[in-house]
């Protein structure tokens, strides 16, 4: 990986705060994420990420407030404000360091961990104003890309329509029919961590997209992914068994929970398909098996419309 003036000033940081009585340092610093919305070092138990350029403090500020405020469901900074990294624009915020879920033991993915700390968030009041959740921002940027860089892409067509079927609040063009309930706004496996042992328990991470909003959208992903065939039956159950085991508002507890889940998982198919068409089409490559199957449901969307009802979504 090329080391870039942000990266070598972020790792520098990150050493100060894991070693602040030393110049030396006992441990290997690792690069975690190096991506244009985010740089992520760690250095011992210290984790110093620079959020997206256009992160805005006054949404920022309040998000770290909420992880501060709520132990046991979301992990806590290491202080509660972020630090401006000048001359690069970048606000930079410091955790402690989780144990992330393992890549290599599927069979071992914490789903019905996720699902109760997502239900157990649904159901917390927000503790201090908060933005709205970022969801439908993000699948509307996915669009945009698409747009902007693979306009021509044969597989592009059928993403474009399926987005333009979804109703406005998806597609970030209007409010979203729920500003109230506390949401997460990016769940994956990959936002969960141990802290402060691997054993202990799983936490949610990143609070660049929490907000409120429709809760719904936390389980989109799962959802989705289940709907195309990428998720097995069983670890889809598990994870909507714990969900609704936990008290979780965004589906019903029991019955159908299509209907709450469509639109959202809709969209989420239609962000994952656009990231991975604008992706292949800058590599100059064909998409793979799991891309085309992204791109076969957004396909499959046309012929079926969203449920539409503003209930349906709450």
């Known amino acids: 990986m090329t080391t870039t003036p942000l990266l070598s000033e972020l790792t520098a940081r990150a050493k100060a705060r894991a070693h602040p009585r030393t110049d030396t340092c006992p441990c290997t610093a690792a690069t975690l994420a190096d991506r244009p919305d985010a740089t992520v070092v760690r250095h011992a138990d210290t984790v110093a990420k620079a959020h997206a350029p256009d992160t805005p403090l006054g949404d920022l500020v309040p998000r770290l407030a909420t992880a501060t405020r709520l132990p046991g469901i979301l992990l806590a900074p290491l202080s509660p404000a972020p630090v401006d990294l000048t001359p690069h624009a970048r606000l930079v915020t410091f955790w402690p360091y989780g144990t992330p879920v393992d890549p290599d033991t599927p069979d071992a993915a914490p789903w019905e961990a996720a699902a109760t700390l997502l239900a157990r968030l649904h159901r917390t009041p927000a503790p201090t104003p908060l933005p709205p959740m970022r969801g439908p921002a993000k699948a509307a940027r996915a669009v945009t890309r698409l747009t902007a860089t693979a306009r021509t892409h044969p597989a592009t067509s059928p993403v474009l329509k399926a987005w333009a079927a979804l109703p406005a609040w998806a597609r970030d063009e209007a409010p979203m029919p729920d500003d109230s309930t506390l949401c997460h706004g990016d769940l994956h496996l990959g936002q969960l961590v141990r802290h402060p042992a691997p054993d202990s328990p799983w936490l949610l991470i990143d609070v660049d997209d929490l907000g ?103």
């Open 212 to 314: 409120t909003g429709v809760p719904s959208w936390d389980l989109a992903r799962p959802a989705a992914w289940y709907a195309c065939g990428l998720l097995p039956p069983d670890e889809w159950t598990r994870f909507l068994t714990a969900y609704r085991a936990a008290g979780g508002p965004a589906v019903p507890a029991d019955g159908d929970p299509w209907p709450a889940l469509d639109i959202p998982a809709r969209a989420l198919t239609v962000q994952t398909a656009a990231r991975a068409v604008a992706k292949a089409a800058a590599e100059d490559r064909p998409l793979d098996e799991v891309e085309v199957s992204m791109i076969d449901a957004c396909a499959r969307m046309t012929s079926l419309p969203p449920e539409l009802s503003p209930g349906c979504a709450k």
